[in-house]
């Protein structure tokens, strides 16, 4: 199956129309991985150049091409508990955020959930370290720009390798080991998973209509993604959601230079809200 090539004028289509769309900003670095990782789509749908997918794609009036693409030109790498050091440092935050919660309720936001790694891991979190977990109303939103990784998420199920470095009492406790076609997989147990409400969200055009504040939020790996201007627009905007001394978690690759009036570095890429 011959490549089709990807010429720097329709590279430059497709770098305004994504950044317009949804605010991904992409360098001309990009070209080599837009065209490999689209070349197959192109094929699936007997197109014969990138200009005629660009057509395809701007005249695709339900959004899901759009959506393709951006499964095609993220990386959507994720797994359990990543970022160590923020657990760590949550663990030790945690009794302070028990003690202000006499409703026992908790809201959290994990923006850029991919497949429910993250949101998932924050609920196998607060199971192990509350003892009065099932008392507690506890709920996420978990939000992504990919309806793909959504699907997956919603459904919960993981290859055995995703979970064999996680301690067996917390697979124990928030698993099913379940036997599919493919062999023995692991889908998250119902009480947990009807903790999470996934939506498809945009973080760049998508109002931030929200009816309470968030105890804190989570955008891991998205910022990357985002250029400077954008990336401090969608900063700003969390900070409208959070309450004051509540945690921001990036990252461990990005930081701020911006919002030091508004946020508080306090290691590890988690920022306080000021």
Aim: with cysteine.
């Amino acid at each position: 199956m011959a490549e089709i090539e990807l010429s720097p004028e329709e590279f430059d289509l497709f770098r305004a129309y994504i950044y317009e769309r949804v605010g991904i900003s992409l360098s001309k670095q990009k070209t080599t991985l837009v065209k490999g990782r689209l070349n197959k789509r192109l094929h699936q749908l007997n197109l014969g150049s990138f200009r005629e997918y660009y057509d395809y794609l701007v005249n695709d009036m339900s959004g899901d091409e759009l959506s393709l693409f951006v499964s095609a030109i993220s990386t959507n790498v994720t797994s359990f508990f990543r970022e160590g050091a923020q657990w760590k440092w949550l663990e030790g935050y945690l009794p302070q955020l028990i003690a202000s919660k006499r409703n026992k309720k908790i809201r959290i936001w994990s923006a850029g959930c991919s497949s429910g790694e993250e949101p998932y891991t924050i609920l196998m979190f607060l199971q192990h370290h509350l003892s009065d977990f099932e008392s507690w109303d506890i709920k996420i939103l978990a939000t992504d720009i990919s309806h793909k990784v959504l699907t997956k998420a919603i459904k919960g199920e993981y290859e055995a390798k995703s979970v064999e470095a996680l301690p067996k009492e917390i697979v124990h406790r928030a698993f099913d080991k379940i036997r599919t076609e493919n062999g023995i997989s692991y889908q998250i147990a119902p009480h947990l998973r009807q903790k999470v409400m996934f939506r498809l969200y945009n973080l760049v055009t998508d109002p931030f209509i929200f009816k309470n504040e968030f105890d804190m939020v989570f955008c891991r790996n998205v910022m990357i993604y985002f250029d400077d201007p954008t990336r401090h627009e969608v900063i700003r905007r969390f900070t409208t959601v959070l309450p004051k001394g509540s945690p921001l978690f990036l990252g461990s690759s990005e930081s701020l230079t911006t919002h030091r009036e508004s946020l508080k570095l306090l290691g590890s890429s988690i920022y306080q809200r000021l």
